[in-house]
């Protein structure tokens, strides 16, 4: 057998026996994981510290640098993450629906359940290994990693820690893998290996979804991609709008949920911008203006003319997009066509104007008067999350465990025969 049948061979073993699992077992076996993680920590640094030095050598920037770094305090952040999921409820067994059929004499539920073996794709931060090991771990599923070669001696040194917890708590240690062949061929034979892989979950950039939802035979989740966008309404108070402006995109510039593109009504033009872009300017960030609102901000420091290209782009930076409308429905129309589907906000005093915008706008979150900075796992009572979908077909938004989990019917009798 080849490289990677081997791999998934053995997970797909492991997720049988995983199915059967007591979650005392599983609470049990991530507890051991982060507990083990703090004892290793020296080893898990050593190892980080190898990928550290090969990326200085390579010159890689201090950005990335500082996301691929291990220092105690993301150990710390690693070993709690896991404490944490394993105090969550599982959502594996649980009742989603029940009917008694008297007439044929057979009960039907439908439960959730494990989706066997799920592959995860992703780049530079060694963290993302053990926060996709507990949270597929505690709805029983194993999980194949396959990182970034820029974080290859950390994963690898993270991954081994918690396949020692397996062991230790008597689980099979391949409910967890890691690819060592991190060659672009092996990634693309990886997205093609269903017959051992239920569901692959790409987290990254948008070069590495694109590329799993172009390249992959297997089902994808694609998530994270993130150009949000804030609509300030005609009757929008400009102070919120300003407030709310400056959160969404400030608070973070490199996380998908961040406010890429603002969106302003001409009616709130001349009371909201220059509100707005006073606050963004306390962080610097330049302005990049559709003709309209670059006529009354022109001049300004950081102030630029837009390109067509700027309103679908996901910057990750201190810079937003600003188009200027005339009507509710041409903003939707316009977030519509170019957003990624992930979080978008109005900001109005009109409540069937945000009602028409919530139903209106395709997105996996929409928000009335607030930041889109709150599309997240833990802030919506789901606890921790594995991505942010932004497509439809099964999950759509933070996926917390039950999006780990597909269903299935047990139907039960005494010896029924259909009539």
Do not use: W
């Not at 500082?66 to 959502?91: F, H, M, N, W």
């Not at 290996?193 to 799993?212: F, H, Q």
């Not at 919120?240 to 593109?261: G, L, W």
């Not at 009354?296 to 910057?315: C, I, N, P, Q």
């Amino acid at each position: 057998m080849e490289y990677l049948e081997i791999i998934g061979e053995k997970a797909k073993r492991a997720s049988e026996n995983l199915a059967v699992l007591k979650e005392e077992t599983v609470n049990a076996a991530l507890e051991r994981a982060a507990a083990l993680i703090r004892k290793e920590s020296a080893y898990i640094k050593a190892e980080n510290a190898k990928d550290l030095k090969n990326a200085q050598e390579k010159g890689l920037s201090a950005a990335f640098i500082d996301r691929l770094a291990v220092t105690d305090k993301v150990i710390e952040s690693v070993a709690v993450g896991i404490e944490q999921v394993a105090k969550l409820t599982s959502p594996v067994g649980r009742l989603l629906y029940s009917y008694e059929n008297a007439e044929q004499g057979i009960d039907v539920k439908k439960i959730a359940v494990p989706f066997g073996v799920i592959g995860i794709i992703f780049e530079s931060r060694p963290n993302v290994a053990a926060d996709a090991f507990a949270l597929c771990f505690k709805t029983r599923n194993a999980v194949i990693l396959r990182g970034g070669s820029d974080a290859l001696n950390s994963n690898a040194a993270i991954v081994s820690v918690i396949k020692t917890a397996l062991k230790e708590t008597g689980v099979d240690e391949n409910a967890v893998a890691l690819l060592t062949d991190v060659s672009h061929e092996t990634a693309a034979k990886f997205m093609k290996l269903n017959k051992y892989l239920d569901l692959l979950i790409p987290r990254g950039g948008a070069g590495l979804i694109k590329t799993a939802l172009k390249e992959a035979t297997v089902p994808v989740i694609e998530t994270g991609l993130g150009n949000c966008h804030v609509y300030v309404d005609e009757s929008a108070d400009a102070e919120m709008a300003a407030n709310v402006i400056f959160n969404a995109k400030t608070q973070r510039y490199s996380v998908c949920n961040a406010c890429e593109s603002l969106v302003i009504h001409s009616g709130a033009l001349k009371s909201a911008l220059p509100l707005i872009a006073d606050r963004l300017a306390e962080k610097q960030v330049e302005i990049r203006c559709d003709e309209r609102s670059y006529d009354l901000l022109k001049g300004r420091h950081g102030v630029s003319r837009a390109g067509e290209e700027d309103f679908y782009t996901e910057y990750g930076a201190p810079i937003i997009s600003v188009k200027t409308v005339d009507s509710l429905s041409a903003a939707i129309e316009h977030i519509n066509r170019c957003s990624t589907h992930h979080s978008e906000a109005i900001i109005t005093k009109d409540c069937k104007a945000a009602e028409t915008f919530l139903n209106g706008v395709d997105s996996a979150c929409v928000y009335y008067n607030a930041s889109t900075r709150f599309s997240d796992g833990f802030v919506f009572g789901l606890g921790a999350e594995i991505g942010i979908s932004t497509q439809k077909l099964h999950a759509r938004g933070p996926m917390g465990l039950e999006a780990l989990c597909t269903t299935k019917y047990v139907v039960k009798g005494d010896g029924a025969v259909r009539k």
